[in-house]
């Protein structure tokens, strides 16, 4: 388990099930967010890391490719951990860069707002070809 590689060092903490207030929280006070899931087809928790002004580093793969934008509101790595160690050093030793492709993200986040899915769901239905009868 990770919680057994981490060990006691106090500098990781795994919560599971955390509360609304206790993630909530976690956006807040975190630098950036890591996204190493290797098979996810869509994923909130980037969408949602981005709404708090967070860049993501995730999988080039799956969801993340539709809603990152490597280089503007985080990064795309490799499914290695020196690609992620690579995107995080980044980060930390330029905290100019993670303020802006954190405020890159709040703006892209917004095109995911369910306004716009509603809007783009009701363009695509009026431009499908009315069948008469079935």
């Known amino acids: 388990m990770l919680s057994d590689i981490a060990g006691n060092s106090g500098d990781v903490i795994f919560k599971r099930d955390p ?4 993630l909530l929280e976690a956006y807040r006070s975190s630098y950036c967010l890591l996204f190493p899931s290797l098979n ?11 709404s708090f002004g967070k860049p993501v580093i995730a999988v080039n793969q799956g969801g993340p490719k539709e809603s990152v934008v490597d280089g503007v509101t985080g990064y795309l790595v490799s499914p290695e951990p020196g690609a992620f160690a690579d995107a995080m050093a980044r980060l930390a030793g330029d905290p100019k ?5 954190g405020e890159a993200a709040t703006d892209r986040v917004q095109m995911y707002d369910w306004s716009h899915f509603v809007e783009r769901f009701d363009a695509y239905l009026d431009s499908l070809p009315v069948r008469k009868g079935n």
Not at 19 to 22: A, R, V, Y
Not at 41 to 47: C, F
Not at 97 to 101: D, G, Y
């Open 19 to 22: 509360t609304e207030s206790e």
């Open 40 to 50: 996810e087809d869509w994923g909130m928790t980037p969408l949602e890391a981005m």
């Open 97 to 101: 860069l993670t303020r802006e492709l």
